[in-house]
């Protein structure tokens, strides 16, 4: 899928409402060093206006607006992990070697589950002052 050319450079669009997609939103937060990464929800405007409305409608599946690709599921993962470099970088290369089907294979199990594994809240997550500039609406 080609990029939205309309978006900065890597979007993370997830479930707003997932415990899971915030606590990977918090992880990443902490880690993103240089603030490579911003954050739109799927539930949100930004995800109805660059999204398709299959994507949007998904929410078991997590898209990744890099610039030049749309990523989604594990492949988006991957590209997360490299985005924030260091040791993170080779746990995605590590990652990336397990074949495309069985990583995804693996997403999906977990993306199947995760309300009941991690919950789910009643309303999309609300940045704190310091991580608004991060966020898209």
């Known amino acids: 899928m080609t990029m939205n050319e309309d978006l900065p450079e890597n979007v993370l669009f997830f479930d707003?409402?997932?415990?899971?997609c915030n606590r990977t939103v918090d992880f990443?937060?902490?880690?993103?060093?240089?603030?490579?990464i911003l954050f739109a929800p799927l539930q949100g405007e930004t995800a109805r206006r660059a999204l398709?409305?299959?994507?949007?409608?998904?929410?078991?599946?997590?898209?990744?607006?890099?610039?030049q690709v749309l990523y989604k599921r594990s492949?988006?993962?991957?590209?997360?992990?490299?985005?924030?470099?260091?040791?993170w970088s080779f746990c995605g290369t590590l990652l990336w070697l397990i074949p495309w089907p069985l990583r995804d294979l693996g997403y999906r199990l977990v993306a199947s589950s995760r309300y009941s594994l991690f919950g789910k809240k009643e309303t999309c997550r609300i940045p704190t002052a310091e991580e608004r500039s991060r966020f898209l609406p």
């Open 16 to 20: 707003g409402v997932c415990g899971l």
């Open 28 to 36: 990443l937060l902490r880690r993103d060093r240089n603030q490579r």
């Open 75 to 87: 492949a988006a993962v991957v590209r997360l992990l490299w985005l924030l470099g260091g040791g």
């Open 52 to 67: 398709s409305p299959q994507d949007v409608t998904d929410l078991n599946t997590i898209v990744l607006q890099t610039p």
